[in-house]
């Protein structure tokens, strides 16, 4: 005889693939209980600045990689340039993404920087992420920010998305009670699939009409719960196989039913509890005629099912470079002319140049998914885990969710027919199992309702 005892729970499980400029890199993966759900969530993030106005303010990105710098205000700035309507901020710390550690900058000194940098910005409380804009001092020469090279920023985004896992329907009749010696009949009606996805059209420090090296965009996050098998494995304390035209009724063990195939059992026992019954049928069928205090079996079924993620996003990066004339002008001797010309020319003014290699930018699709593994799910009860090979490594998720649909006369059992009859979703199988009172002959190619 198997038994197995079961409180029905879920897990959420949380993947957190972080996307970077260099591309995906899984990080943390945990387990919260939602009740009824597996879930799977993304971030992302780019920029390498944080500004605050004090060091206390500062809080470690959740993910990151490489350093970080941080700014920090200053307050009673000297400057004659600085007015009350601005305010100074200066590159006080580095953050190293890999060690969590905050270091502060050493200027002067061996190994430290050659000078300090400040920003001057519109006087304004800053947030973790904006660009600095303004003017910029660098060993005391001042310039003004134009383009993303001179951008102090940080962005992050973050996606989550779960799906519960399917509960299937299984056809029994009669059901909710048969009898002793009756063939019992057990149809599964296919196995059910799940999903979400979440969507994000925009994250980066540009935006979509100028984007920014690193931006990214049409960002999809998407969780799919398969079926691993069309079938369910079945069981039902005492339950046997009829043969010899219902003579006989060995007992068996767990079942494998595929959908769509009907599978005949029989009991020689009733849901006496010396025979393993448990429970009242008052607990669970109010409406039906059976005798509210009348013992039944618990019995149960499962569903192997895949969870996978997939996230998918577009990426502004460099795809090469080409050749082009920019100031200032360099010359080149040219032999035939016996002079030195322009090394090239630009513009409609043909205005002496140089030749450079400039970097072309543009919007790359990048995508990325994978399997849920059961192990990475702390907490995960070692019966929601599917070995389906038999390896001693789950590769799927166990569904218990059975929802007892009661059918109509076989062999088609319609669902017009005056048994038919939808039970609530359970994660264990209740049936009465009673004495029988006479033995009824079994017709030819199947049977009566008792």
């Not at 009740?35 to 993910?63: H, K, L, Q, R, W």
Request: a negative charge.
């Amino acid at each position: 005889m198997v038994s197995m005892g079961i409180q029905m729970k879920r897990y959420l499980l949380v993947l957190f693939p972080v996307v970077l400029l260099a591309g995906l890199i899984p990080t943390k993966v945990y387990a919260q209980d939602d009740g009824d759900n597996i879930g799977v969530g993304a971030s992302g993030s780019g920029g390498n600045c944080i500004i605050v106005n004090t060091i206390e303010e500062f809080v470690a990105p959740s993910s990151c990689e490489g350093e970080i710098q941080v700014w920090t205000r200053i307050f009673g700035h000297p400057l004659e340039d600085v007015d009350a309507n601005q305010c100074v901020f200066l590159l006080s710390y580095i953050y190293d993404c890999d060690t969590g550690i905050l270091q502060p900058v050493i200027f002067g000194e061996e190994g430290g920087l050659e000078a300090p940098s400040e920003i001057i910005t519109a006087c304004e409380t800053p947030g973790p992420s904006r660009p600095c804009g303004g003017v910029v001092w660098n060993n005391g020469i001042t310039w003004t920010s134009e383009g993303p090279e001179s951008t102090c920023s940080r962005w992050e985004w973050r996606l989550s998305v779960s799906a519960s896992l399917p509960c299937n329907r299984i056809g029994i009749s009669p059901y909710p009670a048969t009898t002793v010696g009756w063939p019992t009949a057990f149809r599964f009606l296919g196995a059910g699939s799940s999903g979400d996805s979440a969507f994000l059209a925009y994250a980066g420090s540009g935006s979509p009409g100028n984007p920014v090296e690193g931006d990214q965009r049409n960002i999809t996050l998407t969780l799919q719960i398969t079926p691993a098998m069309n079938a369910v494995e079945m069981y039902i304390p005492g339950w046997g196989t009829p043969v010899d035209g219902g003579k006989q009724c060995p007992l068996q063990g767990v079942r494998l039913l595929p959908a769509g195939v009907t599978s005949l059992a029989c009991w020689d026992l009733s849901s006496h509890p010396a025979a393993g019954g448990s429970d009242a049928a008052g607990n669970y069928f109010p409406g039906d005629p059976v005798a509210p205090d009348t013992p039944l079996f618990k019995g149960w079924g499962r569903v192997a099912y895949y969870a996978t993620w997939s996230l998918s996003y577009d990426q502004y990066q460099q795809i090469g470079t080409q050749q082009m004339c920019e100031p200032p002008a360099e010359y080149v001797y040219d032999e035939d002319q016996g002079r030195y010309v322009p090394e090239c020319t630009y513009g409609p003014d043909e205005k002496p140049g140089h030749i450079e290699e400039v970097p072309i930018y543009d919007w790359v699709s990048h995508s990325s998914s994978g399997l849920i593994d059961p192990d990475m799910v702390a907490g995960l009860p070692e019966w929601a885990k599917a070995d389906l090979d038999g390896d001693g490594d789950p590769e799927a998720f166990w569904s218990y969710g059975l929802q007892v649909v009661r059918l109509g006369e076989p062999p088609n059992y319609p669902t017009y027919s005056p048994w038919f009859k939808e039970y609530v979703c359970r994660p264990f199988v209740p049936l009465v199992v009673r004495e029988a009172q006479s033995r009824v002959a079994w017709p030819d190619g199947g049977y009566v309702h008792p």
